[in-house]
């Protein structure tokens, strides 16, 4: 069993910042792709940023220059830094990972539960 656990959302100022983790545990092989999707009340979860295992990233337009991810490969960790947080940053968080576990020879996409971002005054 495979699973990943989201930690460090909350409540925070606009122009603030988060620092969200994201940490993957159980019986894995190695993990591919890892990223942060978001949802919004009302709207469809879309992404926010991705990284791969050499460390190539990917952000959503509305996040660049604000937000940045990086991973740790020896924790199974992603983090995303999120500065300048704005009201429309408002969201669950949702951690991402394409996960080869041990014995299967294939990766399957795994999901965290979420963690709720609220950026208000």
């Known amino acids: 069993q495979v699973q990943l656990v989201e930690s460090g959302g909350g409540l925070v100022q606009p122009g603030g910042s988060l620092r969200l983790s994201c940490a993957a545990s159980g019986s894995i092989f190695s993990i591919n792709v890892m990223g942060w999707f978001r949802q919004a009340p009302g709207k469809q979860r879309e992404l926010v940023a991705q990284?791969?295992?050499?460390?190539?990233?990917n952000f959503a337009d509305s996040v660049k220059g604000r937000f940045t991810i990086s991973r740790d490969n020896a924790k199974n960790t992603v983090y995303l830094q999120m500065n300048s947080l704005k009201a429309e940053d408002t969201a669950v968080y949702y951690c991402?990972?394409?996960?080869?576990?041990?014995?299967?020879?294939?990766?399957?996409?795994?999901w965290g539960k979420g963690t709720l971002v609220t950026v208000s005054s």
């Open positions: 990284i791969t295992s050499d460390g190539t990233t």
């Open positions: 991402n990972a394409d996960i080869i576990t041990i014995g299967s020879g294939r990766s399957r996409e795994v």
